[in-house]
């Protein structure tokens, strides 16, 4: 049994606001401890549950992010960028059984501790044939195209909300609850390692291939917090402008939709001017 793990940040111990997330402060080196001892639980609960072998996908910023040293020796961890998949690469090998998303948060435009999608501030709102998405259900329609399921996702008690609809079987750890966008009542590492862990374990029972899901056509839209980032994302072919602040383009399957998706908010962060943005 193979479980790949997609490591983000936001959602981890202790995590609750942007110095804690950005690589370089004092802070973010502070809670890389936290977010490897999230990581670590869950790589110890899968072997506990009878894996036999864990990777583990740095999901965050630079993607470089997590501590090696601290983890347990047997996973192995995938690190940098840039990546085909990006936050699920290493799904598309034919050779994964579950995959576990530790320290996902909220969508952008919606409640959570530090919510998101993909860039931090400039994106209002992602759809995904009319649904509002998170990372986790941009993912999730990724991986769903391997036969690979959604087994464990912790975060903040919104993000397991979010991923009752794109992952209802899998095991949820809520390591803070949401106060607001820069504010949680978060459990101390020591429990949520024990939580996180013991769920891993159970959540390992659920990690069987199943058929690939041929979910197309996908009909992405993005929303920006102005209407030039809008403009800028339609040098990207198929992406379109339905509105002043808003562009969709539409994919036969999520793998290309991602990487479209990558494409947009890579461009529309290069539009970004200090300030005034």
């Known amino acids: ?12 111990t202790g995590v609750t606001w942007p110095a804690d997330v950005l690589p370089g402060t004092p ?10 001892s999230d990581v670590n639980a869950a790589v110890q609960g899968f072997f506990d549950g009878g894996a036999d072998e864990v990777l583990i996908n740095e999901a965050h910023w630079t993607m470089r992010n997590l501590l090696l040293e601290q983890l347990d020796d047997r996973a192995q961890m995938l690190t940098g960028r840039h990546k085909s998949l990006s936050m699920v ?5 034919g050779d994964v059984d579950g995959i576990a ?3 996902y948060h ?42 690979v399921p959604v087994i464990l996702v912790t975060g903040d008690d919104v993000a397991c909300e ?11 750890v809520a390591v803070k ?25 159970e959540a390992a029972a659920l990690a069987v291939r199943r058929e690939p899901v041929d979910g197309g056509p996908f009909t992405v839209a993005v929303e920006f917090d102005a209407e030039h980032l809008a403009m800028a994302a339609t040098v990207v072919p198929g992406v379109t402008r339905t509105g002043e602040r808003k562009v969709q383009y539409t994919s036969g399957t999520m793998y290309d939709g991602i990487r479209t998706f990558k494409a947009v908010t890579t461009i529309a962060s290069a539009a970004v001017e200090e300030q005034y943005g």
Not at 27 to 36: D, G, L, V, Y
Not at 89 to 93: A, C, D, I, L, S
């Open 1 to 12: 049994m193979k479980i790949l793990i997609s490591a983000d940040m936001e959602g981890a």
């Open 27 to 36: 802070q973010w080196e502070r809670c890389r401890s936290m977010f490897t």
């Open 89 to 93: 690469e290493g799904v598309q090998h």
């Open 101 to 103: 998303f530790v320290g």
């Open 106 to 147: 909220a969508g952008a435009g919606m409640e959570g501790v530090l919510a998101h999608t993909f860039l931090a501030n400039s994106i209002t709102g992602v759809w995904i044939n009319d649904v509002r998405a998170s990372e986790g259900l941009l993912n999730a329609h990724v991986v769903a195209e391997y036969g």
């Open 162 to 172: 979010d991923a009752l609809g794109y992952a209802p079987e899998a095991l949820k």
């Open 177 to 201: 609850d949401h106060v607001s966008r820069y504010a949680a009542v978060c459990r101390t590492p020591a429990r949520t390692a024990a939580d996180i862990r013991a769920a891993a374990k």
